[in-house]
């Protein structure tokens, strides 16, 4: 079965730092990964997503991840953070059945 | 992107009393949509999917008999929960999607928070 581990709960960061989230996957077959971002009290919004092709995806609001097949990893990068983008930020691999699964979730903290 | 909106946004109902959440797709139809619960600081987990005109596909620990789920029309899907208790307050989320395929995106509803009192 798919699934997806985000390796860090919470990382606070100050901000124009730059920042990663990591997010691991498990899978036998061809993968397609999402990055969400969830801001309080509101739905998922999607960021990036990786169907095929170019292994750097870049996504909405200054963030890039990369699909890593050897290290069976997607993190999400983003060079220098704002106080904005302080919210909940989902890794998710869609599996065979066209569901998707959700990694625990990691809390981005962006400190003045 | 297109759009799903979620209604109410917030509901505070009383122990014993049915609730009924509201996701509808704006400017697509939607062929399947997908239920979430998402309790406080955790991520989101799949209630059940459904697919315009068929019964829903709930997933494995989801009583079907307490969270009623109908998708009657290509816009609108509702979740209606049953006799509500204070466990059973969260944060439900939809999305939906237009197609069938693996990369085909679906969109999600603002979330409707859930308090049983």
């Known amino acids: 079965a798919q699934s997806v581990t985000q390796l860090d709960s919470q990382v606070p960061v100050f901000e124009e730092a730059p920042v990663e989230l990591r997010c691991n996957y498990s899978?036998?077959?061809?993968?397609?990964l999402f990055w969400y971002v969830q801001y309080p009290n509101q739905g998922l919004q999607l960021l990036l997503k990786?169907?095929?092709?170019?292994?750097l995806v870049k996504g909405i609001n200054g963030f890039e991840a990369e699909f890593n097949k050897s290290q069976t990893s997607f993190h999400l990068r983003k060079p220098s953070v704002h106080i904005s983008d302080t919210a909940e930020y989902f890794c998710?691999?869609?599996?065979?059945?066209?569901?998707?699964?959700f990694g625990q979730g990691t809390e981005l903290s962006v400190k003045p | 992107g297109a759009v799903v909106s979620q209604h109410p946004s917030r509901v505070i109902c009383k122990s014993g009393t049915s609730v009924k959440i509201e996701c509808r797709s704006l400017?697509?139809?939607?062929?399947?949509m997908f239920w979430y619960r998402q309790f406080p600081k955790k991520s989101l987990m799949l209630m059940a999917t459904?697919?315009?005109?068929?019964?829903?596909?709930?997933e494995q620990g989801v009583e079907k008999d307490k969270f009623l789920i109908n998708h009657a029309s290509l816009t609108l899907s509702t979740l209606t929960v049953t006799s509500a208790h204070p466990e059973d307050s969260s944060f439900y989320i939809c999305?939906?999607?237009?197609?069938?395929?693996?990369?085909?995106?679906?969109?999600f509803g603002q979330g409707t928070r859930l308090t049983v009192v």
């Open positions: 998710a691999v869609k599996n065979q059945g066209g569901k998707l699964i």
């Open positions: 400017d697509f139809q939607a062929t399947t």
């Open positions: 459904s697919n315009e005109g068929s019964k829903a596909t709930y």
């Open positions: 899978s036998s077959v061809s993968v397609y």
């Open positions: 999305s939906a999607r237009d197609a069938v395929g693996l990369n085909t995106e679906a969109f």
């Open positions: 990786y169907l095929s092709g170019s292994t």
